[in-house]
Nanobody, 129 residues
Framework: QVHLVESGGGLVRPGGSLRLACAIS????????IGWFRQAPGGEREGLAC????????YIASTVEGRFTISRDNDEDTVYLQMDRLKVADKAVYYC??????????????????????WGRGTLVTVSS
């Protein structure tokens, strides 16, 4: 069974940093596409940072490029989202999601824009002074 469990959310001041972790089980990180998404209250889900399943190449959405970084530790079966220079607008529930590779992943950013089969429950990030 595929499981994803997010952790690391919390309250941080504007300009601060957080590192989210997604612990996975039931699949191999080398074999799946995986990424971080978020949904703010009343907003649509947004794909932020994804690793393509085919080659593990990373995509970062323009809204967070230069501030957020995605990485993975295959030994720990964990994917991370490092978030720096956080803004009030970054407040949202952050989700980790994964799926088997599919042709949508070939397009730049495709993994972050397509439907994903497996989701974690999310972790809340609040940015406030």
């Amino acid at each position: 069974q595929v499981h994803l469990v997010e952790s690391g959310g919390g309250l941080v001041r504007p300009g601060g940093s957080l590192r989210l972790a997604c612990a996975i089980s039931g699949f191999n990180l080398d074999d799946y596409a995986i990424g971080w998404f978020r949904q703010a209250p009343g907003g649509e889900r947004e794909g932020l940072a994804c690793l393509r399943g085919v080659d593990g190449s990373a995509y970062i959405a323009s809204t967070v490029e230069g501030r957020f970084t995605i990485s993975r530790d295959n030994d720990e079966d964990t994917v991370y989202l490092q978030m720096d220079r956080l803004k009030v607008a970054d407040k949202a529930v952050y989700y980790c999601a994964a799926d088997r590779p599919n042709p949508s992943d070939r397009a730049h950013g495709g993994t972050c824009r397509r439907a994903m089969a497996y989701w974690g429950r999310g972790t809340l990030v609040t940015v406030s002074s």
